[in-house]
């Protein structure tokens, strides 16, 4: 079904940016790198991962629902 599909692919997402994260955990645990660099490489690095085509399955569900 397509909520089957789109919970899978939010799972997909959320594993992706959990191994981004991981790789990037020498960044973030950095004692040297001030807070809002360590945000910056997190907005850039990770956080599109979570939110890419977002927008567009929300739509899509909208207008599924609309039916």
């Given at each position: 079904?397509?909520?089957?599909?789109?919970?899978s692919?939010?799972?997909?997402?959320?594993?992706?940016?959990?191994?981004?994260?991981?790789?990037?955990?020498?960044?973030?645990?950095?004692?040297?790198?001030?807070?809002?660099?360590?945000?910056?490489g997190?907005k850039?690095?990770?956080?599109?991962?979570?939110?890419y085509?977002?927008e567009?399955?929300?739509?899509?569900?909208?207008?599924?629902?609309?039916?």
């Open positions: 079904s397509a909520d089957c599909d789109h919970k692919d939010v799972d997909r997402r959320i594993n992706l940016a959990a191994n981004r994260s991981g790789e990037l955990r020498h960044v973030f645990n950095s004692k040297g790198l001030p807070m809002k660099l360590k945000l910056k997190y850039v690095a990770v956080e599109p991962i979570l939110t085509d977002g567009a399955s929300i739509k899509a569900a909208r207008d599924t629902l609309a039916r």
